[in-house]
């Protein structure tokens, strides 16, 4: 019978760990019998408790190192470190050597509150953005809210100079008026503009802001003209609450923007912190104004009307400087269209912040300037329709999801026309149809932007024969070449890839009309 020495010398065995499902296994071989191999592991065991006692033991110093393991808490990150004797968390700029202790504790003194004020006003995680937002609301929230402490002074002092002799009657009638129609407006305002909201949320914020402002002003009128008290502070009281509508409205799909863990709850949380913290940073500057002139009446009484335009123009610039830095992810008509042209010319999506510096508060006034703009509807009888267009429509096929045709709309305020183009969505129409036939309308601008005569062409509304199949070679060619299923998925796949929501395209309630086949 072979011993085990010689079954271990004559063949080599493997050892396959039971915990282990994979085909790893240990090798012996004769080589490795006859002169075993050092292991390197006794390394990475010197901080056993045994082998500390015994250089303990022999006179020699534990030896300290520091491990690769890092905890982040409250904006902090720390490392383990073994002194030799016992486990120990300390900072980055912690040293176990002896540091100076009055710059040692007032570093930590520093690191402690500014990290508590950060928990405290900002949430975990957020867009990188988001810093930029809270400097530019606080700037508006602190002159707004002093803006809000001087007009209800000026409210104050008219009611006493106004209606001294029937105050009871006044109030009564100003409960009425300014907060029973103000109330009544922002109902109006809500749901009117309901789907503006999310179209145009930045076009909402601002122009609201700009309501809400003038209301202040006109709050201060009120001692100038005390008989009217009543009408003013109703016309102010409407304007506020429609900006508060707005600014409630609007607020969620700001908060969710910079939300990148579904922290939504927080984000909002936080947000309203920051607003109690800086309003009462706004009354503290208004109570501090008033300290400066309650020794001289006259100087009281035009302060308002001295600080208004100065911290008027402060608020509107912290509002507008805030929206630049809120960038949303949904994709509305306007935000699908800057992506397909960039995608047009270079073939590149832009991210959703790019987007949000081209795409700005946008104006209703910016609209006429662009050449050839594209319009989602439908075909408006009260606008002059090219033949063109009426020769499309009649050119419809039953699988068609939508079409492209020509219109001629007024040109802003003006009387004068303008020629653009326009996409009319088939009621059923997917988001691939939609982004289909954007892009399709992108190419063919660009083609009409290219060849002049199409301009005089709807301005005379005269289409030849050869005018007419050149307008439908156009549309097939751009749908059969660059339009395509297979641009459109791939298209989709970078929006998505480049941070954009492509499971839904918000579209107002005009863009929301549908034709349907008879």
Request: hydrophobic fraction near 40%.
């Amino acid at each position: 019978m072979q011993s085990l020495s010689q079954v271990c010398c004559d063949s080599r065995l493997h050892f396959q760990l039971p915990w282990n499902s994979n085909k790893t296994h240990y090798v012996f071989s004769k080589s490795n019998l006859k002169r075993p191999k050092r292991l390197n592991l006794s390394c990475s065991l010197k901080t056993s408790y045994g082998f500390e006692s015994e250089r303990i033991e022999r006179g020699e110093k534990p030896e300290a190192f520091s491990l690769p393991v890092v905890i982040r808490t409250s904006g902090k990150s720390s490392r383990y470190f073994w002194d030799g004797t016992q486990l120990k968390l300390v900072s980055f700029d912690e040293t176990p050597s002896n540091s100076d202790e009055f710059d040692y504790g007032f570093r930590k003194l520093y690191q402690f509150y500014t990290s508590a004020v950060r928990d405290f006003f900002i949430p975990q995680q957020v867009q990188e953005n988001y810093m930029e937002y809270v400097k530019w609301k606080f700037l508006h929230a602190v002159f707004s809210s002093a803006l809000r402490v001087l007009a209800t002074q000026a409210m104050f002092r008219a009611m006493g100079f106004g209606y001294s002799k029937s105050l009871p009657s006044a109030a009564a009638l100003n409960w009425v008026l300014k907060d029973g129609l103000g109330r009544l407006s922002r109902c109006i305002y809500t749901a009117s503009l309901a789907s503006a909201f999310d179209t145009n949320l930045k076009r909402v914020r601002f122009s609201t802001s700009i309501m809400f402002t003038l209301s202040i002003g006109v709050e201060l009128l009120t001692p100038v003209f005390p008989r009217y008290f009543l009408l003013l502070a109703t016309m102010a009281n409407v304007a506020k609450q429609t900006s508060l509508a707005g600014y409630l409205a609007t607020g969620s799909a700001v908060h969710r923007s910079f939300a990148v863990a579904g922290n939504l709850g927080e984000v909002s949380a936080k947000s309203q912190i920051q607003t109690v913290c800086f309003d009462n940073v706004g009354l503290m500057l208004a109570a501090f104004l008033n300290l400066l002139c309650k020794n001289n009446e006259r100087l009281l009484a035009v302060l308002p009307f001295v600080v208004y335009p100065i911290f008027s123009a402060i608020d509107l610039l912290g509002i507008y400087q805030g929206l630049k830095h809120v960038h949303l992810q949904t994709l509305t008509k306007d935000r699908l269209e800057i992506i397909l042209d960039r995608w047009v010319h270079l073939k590149h999506i832009p991210s959703p912040a790019e987007v949000s510096k081209e795409e700005g508060i946008d104006f209703l006034w910016r609209k006429g300037r662009v050449l050839w703009p594209i319009r989602i509807g439908c075909v408006d009888p009260k606008d002059p329709i090219p033949k063109i267009s009426m020769l499309t429509m009649q050119s419809l096929r039953g699988k068609d999801s939508y079409f492209i045709c020509l219109e001629t709309t007024p040109k802003g305020f003006r009387s004068n026309k303008q020629q653009g183009v326009l996409l009319c969505l088939r009621e059923g129409c997917s988001v691939t149809d939609i982004i289909m036939g954007l892009l399709q309308a992108c190419y063919i601008r660009e083609e009409l932007r290219r060849r002049d005569k199409w301009k005089q062409i709807m301005e005379t509304n005269v289409v030849s024969e050869s005018l007419l199949s050149e307008w439908f070679k156009m549309v097939e060619d751009v749908k059969r070449c660059a339009c395509t299923l297979e641009d459109v998925e791939l298209l989709t796949e970078e929006l998505h890839r480049s941070g954009w929501s492509v499971k839904n395209i918000l579209l107002s309630v005009q863009e929301q009309v549908r034709y349907n086949m008879s």
